[in-house]
């Protein structure tokens, strides 16, 4: 089935980007085709998108035989989805709800990757929750996300660059995490202040002995005054300073100069810290 352009679609159900909602649409179907291919083949497989809007990602994700369950708040948007579902029969689910309100894995069923424009507001929010928690390897097979650039940057940085920060070793200590694509800010509309770009992050062995809230409850006081010493930053955290001693890094150092193995090192001193007390 010819499906109209997106810009057709828009005019006919009387679409604008919310900026309440973060919305920022994309109409270029090459471009959007090129995001779908990210992930690689998703031929019958399990799709999650959030913020679909009006369908721009959702069609090329379809096209590429995906199984798409699409989240979206925006009721102005429902038709133009609905319009999508009689073009592909059975390959789209429609969700109407909050995002943030819903347990994916549960809403899925089933392993399943994630392919989103995110809206910039919830964006960094939901990318945590995805990373967080205990459980591993994640009902999620690889997260293909669009971020304001300056977002993304910091997701795949390396130790000592200035975007280096606690989202890295969130993303970095048990995932893959690469820059995909940039994508300029002239391909939305309306076009954001900033530019933006696609990272891809596929799940891999968590490393052993590692408590995923203890390192997160570390990367939180080491990076929320990186401008200080680790003596400074970490005193108020139990066992921290002692499991920095115990990995023999120096607490004159700065958050932004340990790697993230040494994140991972120092998490798992004080998590076996703490064992060693309750024996």
């Not at 999650?48 to 948007?77: F, N």
Request: charged share 25%; net charge neutral.
């Amino acid at each position: 089935m010819t499906l109209p352009p997106l810009r057709e679609v828009i005019a006919a159900h009387g679409l604008s980007a919310s900026k309440a909602l973060g919305q920022n649409f994309l109409f270029d179907e090459q471009l959007l085709d090129r995001i779908a291919a990210i992930p690689g083949d998703l031929h019958d497989k399990a799709v999650l998108e959030i913020g679909p809007g009006p369908g721009g990602l959702t069609r090329a994700l379809l096209r590429a035989g995906a199984r798409v369950t699409a989240i979206e708040r925006d009721s102005r948007c429902i038709p133009a989805l609905a319009e999508l579902q009689e073009a592909f029969p059975g390959q789209l689910r429609v969700v109407e709800d909050d995002a943030l309100a819903i347990d994916h894995a549960e809403l899925m069923g089933e392993p399943f990757a994630v392919a989103a424009n995110l809206p910039y507001n919830i964006g960094t929010l939901l990318f945590t929750r995805w990373l967080s928690g205990q459980d591993w390897p994640p009902a999620w097979t690889s997260l293909t996300l669009m971020f304001q650039q300056e977002v993304a940057q910091r997701i795949v940085a390396k130790p000592g660059t200035g975007t280096y920060g606690r989202l890295a070793v969130l993303a970095q200590w048990r995932a893959e995490a690469k820059l995909a694509m940039k994508v300029h800010r002239s391909a939305f509309t309306p076009p954001p202040k900033v530019m933006s770009a696609m990272v891809h992050l596929v799940p891999r062995e968590a490393p052993e002995g590692v408590s995923a809230k203890v390192l997160e409850k570390l990367t939180e006081a080491a990076f929320g005054q990186r401008r200080k010493m680790l003596r400074q930053s970490l005193k108020g955290l139990s066992g921290a300073l002692e499991a920095l001693e115990a990995c023999g890094i120096e607490s004159t150092r700065r958050a932004e100069t340990l790697s993230v193995d040494d994140f991972v090192a120092v998490a798992r001193e004080m998590a076996s810290a703490r064992d060693r007390v309750r024996d």
